[in-house]
C-alpha cells in the first residue's frame, strides 16, 4: 500500500483562531487529494477535492472561505480552518489518490482530531 | 444521485467463521471497487481493490464483484476479533471519483 501522512494528529485551539492541516502522500505523487471530516459514530463527509495547482472543489454546504485548501504540490496539501468554533471539533481525513494505469487507489491519512474550546 | 449502499449492522459472527459483507452500487459506469476497514477513532484503511468481474483473494479476505447485479461483497475467512471494525464499501466513478457506503459494523465474537 501507499502512505499517506498527516499532522498534526491532534490539536486543541481557542474559538475565534486558526488551525492548519498538512497532508502528505509520501511514497506516490497525487494529483488529487481529498478532505473529509467525521463526527463520532457518522460516516465519512467528503469537504473538497484539491486539485495540485488550481482551486479546492468544495461540496454543498462547506464554505470555501472558511476551510481553505491548498495543493501546493504533487505530495502536499493543507486545509486551514479558519475562525474556528466549537461546532468545528471533528475528526479531519485527508485522502490521496494514486492513479495505476487505467485505475487507482484512494489512501487515507491517519486522520487530525480537531478540538476547539 | 449515484450511491453506494451498505447494511449498516451489526454483523455478528463467532471467532473463527466467514464474515460476509455486502454492498451494491447504482453507478453502472463504476469500474473500480474498494474495501477499506476503519477500526473506532482510526481512519480507514484500504484492505481490498477490485476491478474486473469474479473473485480477488488476499490471505483470508476475499472479495467478489458482479457488475451485472451492481453487487460486490467482502469475504472474510476464520474472522478474528481483531477483525471487528466498520467496513466501507466504496465505487470509482468514470471520472475516479469515490462513492463510499455508510458501512457495515462488524463484531467477531471470541
Known amino acids: 500500500g501507499a502512505v499517506v501522512s498527516q499532522h498534526p494528529s491532534w490539536v486543541i485551539c481557542k474559538s475565534g483562531t486558526s488551525v492548519k492541516i498538512e497532508c502528505r502522500s509520501l511514497d506516490f505523487q497525487a494529483t488529487t487529494m481529498f478532505w473529509y471530516r467525521q463526527f463520532p459514530k457518522q460516516s465519512l463527509m467528503l469537504m473538497a477535492t484539491?486539485?495540485?495547482?488550481?482551486?479546492?472543489?468544495?461540496e454543498q454546504g462547506v464554505e470555501k472561505d472558511k476551510f481553505l485548501i491548498n495543493h501546493a504540490s504533487l505530495t502536499l496539501s493543507t486545509l486551514t480552518v479558519t475562525s474556528a468554533h466549537p461546532e468545528d471539533s471533528s475528526f479531519y481525513i485527508c485522502?490521496?489518490?494514486?492513479?495505476?494505469?487505467?485505475?487507482?487507489?484512494?489512501?487515507f491519512g491517519p486522520g487530525t482530531r480537531l478540538t476547539v474550546t | 444521485q449515484k450511491e453506494v449502499e451498505q447494511n449498516s449492522g451489526p454483523l455478528s459472527v463467532p471467532e473463527g467463521a466467514i464474515a460476509s459483507l455486502n454492498c451494491t452500487y447504482s453507478?453502472?459506469?463504476?469500474?473500480?471497487f474498494f474495501w477499506y476497514r476503519q477500526y473506532s477513532g482510526k481512519s480507514p484503511e484500504l484492505i481490498m481493490s477490485?476491478?474486473?468481474?469474479g473473485d480477488k483473494e488476499d490471505g483470508r479476505f476475499t472479495a467478489q464483484l458482479n457488475k451485472a447485479s451492481q453487487y460486490v461483497s467482502l469475504l472474510i475467512r476464520d474472522s478474528q476479533p481483531s477483525d471487528s471494525a466498520t467496513y466501507l464499501c466504496a465505487g470509482g466513478t468514470g471520472g475516479f471519483k469515490t462513492i463510499f457506503g455508510a458501512g457495515t459494523r462488524l463484531f467477531v465474537k471470541a
Open positions: 453507478d453502472r459506469g463504476s469500474q473500480s
Open positions: 484539491s486539485n495540485e495547482g488550481s482551486k479546492a472543489t468544495y
Open positions: 485522502s490521496a489518490r494514486r492513479l495505476r494505469d487505467t485505475t487507482y487507489e484512494q489512501y
Open positions: 477490485i476491478y474486473s468481474n
